[in-house]
């Protein structure tokens, strides 16, 4: 061993003790701002869930939208729905896909997303999905804890531009949350789904296969789910998973 290393190793601890002390701080006032004064925000800075409420509230409910959603991925090109601050867009899609095009309405979402969550293959744009969603054929479409802020009706004639825009067999994916028995979480949304059953209600009329699941944290249901008229992950003819089940008389 290099005499000095565990000096060196300790000075370096404590400078990454600090550093992470400052970070954390630094990005709990800012979602103090961000979501504690009027008016709240179109999207969140998800820097605010890495760097502080993460380890804060050790609730990982923020990364299953990435995960799940690239679990989809083909490979080719993607088109990400209401992207927000493009934390996903850079960080789950972009580097297993050729190109990815992640659009936002809102102004200040897509600023964020340039400034925090670019990468030489995501192209940020400035769209209103209900009347401007980009023309163009994709192998993955991703709507990612965005479909509750619409009316059914909305949801109806987006859905329709989305199978417009998708290739044969691709696959749309993407997040919403159940409705609270108290009401709404947010002002900002138009329907939050009543359950699973109530999601593939949605979806089903569009696509040959879907999935809905549910994961259950003490602060919300959150809804997953993946449509497509081919192949979807862990259907028995998913080509990136094999499996073997035993029969009883096998054991």
Known sequence: MIPFKPVLESIIEVECAVARYSVSSAHRQLMSV????????????????????????????????????????????????????????????????????????????????????????IEFVLADIRTDMPEEKFENIIWDAAIEH?????????????????????????????????????????????????????????FNNVTVFETIYPSRNNLYFWASDGALPFNNDWSNMITCRKTVNEE
Request: hydrophobic share 35%.
């Open 34 to 121: 961000q979501w504690g004064l009027p008016s709240q925000p179109e999207h969140f800075d998800h820097h605010i869930d890495l760097f502080y409420q993460w380890l804060k509230s050790r609730n990982s409910l923020w990364l299953e939208r990435g995960v799940f959603g690239s679990l989809s991925l083909k490979g080719g090109r993607v088109l990400e729905l209401v992207c927000g601050d493009g934390f996903n867009a850079k960080n789950f899609y972009s580097l297993r896909s050729s190109h990815v095009i992640a659009c936002d309405f809102d102004p200040k979402a897509i600023r964020t997303a340039k400034n925090k969550n670019s990468a030489p293959n």
């Open 150 to 206: 619409f009316t059914p009706v909305e949801i109806a004639q987006i859905l329709d531009g989305i199978k417009t825009r998708l290739q044969e067999n691709g696959i749309l994916s993407g997040y919403t949350i159940v409705e609270r028995t108290d009401g709404k979480s947010l002002s900002l949304h138009e329907y939050e789904f009543k359950n699973k059953e109530d999601l593939l209600n949605f979806l089903s009329p569009y």
